[in-house]
């Protein structure tokens, strides 16, 4: 049997979701039954302090030869990485991943892509001239439960797919004690929309435009409502209703609704009462999908079939070695400790595509990932929704 293709990754910032990162790349790839593939953490930076980055690596669990960096620049000129994965909030994505790719990185860069489709479309332009992947950290998409809810759609157990109900939301209402917090501040690109509202679209995609032929399928039409944070003015509600085009071949049209709150959670209501209540259902002529919270890391399916049938599914997260420690109160109890956070499937995904030469993730190409921003684009023109202009420039380098 060959070895497996060890991955020498950095990462670009320091905070909770890079440290669920690092710490899910330590994770022994046997647990999850992986043999091609193995992942090292051999660099960090914090734009704060280098200590804060030696922190970071130590809390991660990264080998006695990893090197801290107090600059994003210096990272970026570490010659001995593979890859670099950015966790900094999405306002940043654009300017992080320009640096990367100026510098001859490959990238993985965290959900949401970019701020706007003109710096998505800017930096996958960059990554072709420059031979280099790219790929957007939709993590949710490399689960193998999205993968049999993707084979059952594909198999036709339930039909060709007639409608997707698919929501997200974060219980934040009442919890924001000043205009700083990321979520409602517009100078770090606040709002649901690019921050949960992306995996209730997310959950379309994966249903109605992923599975079709690539040759034949095509962006949905929509409309949308928006509701917004009074003292900052960002969007707190999104609700989108969409019309997927296919031929009567592929089932006809199709809709979906996706939506997203600030202060409606289903994933607060079932974490606090126990309760199973789907957030996301797949309905076709012969039955349906249900996906439960939450959204972005379900560990839960069940599969309802006119004839009678019910096929429940449990999908832990393997482990061990990550522990708890990114999610916190309402979510926490979804990460038992020992068990991993589901960063490493997307990690897998990125090793592989170095490793064969791709260029883009397996499960989700450049190409959507632009369409999907494109959409929260038109929604946010549609709002009256702008952030300030330094975050939505495609000027590079600008001083955040």
Not at 243 to 250: A, I, L, V
Request: aromatic share 8%; proline share 6%.
């Amino acid at each position: 049997m060959d070895s497996p293709r060890i991955c020498r990754w950095g990462i670009l910032a320091t905070g909770g979701i890079a440290r669920a990162f690092g710490k899910d790349l330590s994770v022994d790839p046997s647990t999850r039954s992986v043999t091609d593939v193995r992942h090292e953490l051999v660099a960090a930076a914090s734009s704060s302090s280098i200590t804060r980055a030696e922190q970071f690596l130590r809390e991660c669990d990264a080998p006695s030869h990893a090197k801290a960096y107090g600059s994003y620049q210096d990272l970026a000129a570490d010659p001995n990485l593979d890859i670099v994965y950015i966790a900094t909030p999405h306002s940043h994505h654009y300017q992080n991943a320009m640096l990367l790719l100026e510098a001859g990185k490959n990238v993985l860069c965290e959900k949401a892509f970019t701020v706007n489709a003109r710096q998505a479309r800017a930096l996958a332009a960059k990554a072709g001239e420059k031979g280099l992947f790219l790929m957007e950290g939709m993590w949710t998409r490399y689960f193998p439960l999205s993968t049999y809810v993707r084979e059952v759609i594909l198999s036709d157990r339930i039909g060709p797919v007639e409608r997707v109900l698919s929501e997200h939301s974060l219980p934040y209402a009442g919890r924001f004690e000043d205009d700083d917090h990321i979520m409602v501040n517009p100078r770090l690109a606040g709002g649901i929309l690019l921050d949960a509202g992306i995996y209730s679209l997310t959950w379309v995609f994966q249903a109605l435009y992923s599975t079709q032929p690539a040759a034949t399928r095509q962006p949905p039409t929509f409309k949308s409502i928006v509701a917004k944070y009074a003292p900052t003015g960002v969007d707190s509600m999104v609700t989108i209703l969409m019309e997927f085009p296919r031929d009567e071949e592929q089932g006809g049209t199709a809709h979906a609704v996706a939506s997203c709150s600030m202060g409606l959670s289903n994933d607060a209501v079932a974490a606090a009462t126990d309760s199973v209540i789907p957030n996301i259902r797949i309905q076709g002529p012969k039955g349906e999908i249900q996906v439960f919270p939450p959204a972005y890391r379900p560990t839960r399916t069940r599969l309802i079939l006119k004839d009678g049938t019910f096929e429940d599914k449990q999908w832990p997260q393997p482990g061990p070695g990550a522990g708890s420690g990114w999610f916190n109160g309402w979510g926490s109890n979804l990460n038992p400790e020992g068990q991993g956070h589901g960063l490493f499937w997307e990690a897998d995904d990125a090793a592989r595509a170095l490793t064969n030469g791709w260029k883009e993730g397996s499960r989700l190409g450049l190409d959507e990932s632009i369409l999907i921003v494109d959409i929260m684009d038109e929604i946010r023109r549609d709002a009256g929704l702008e952030y300030p202009e330094e975050l939505e420039t495609t000027d590079y380098p600008v001083q955040l």
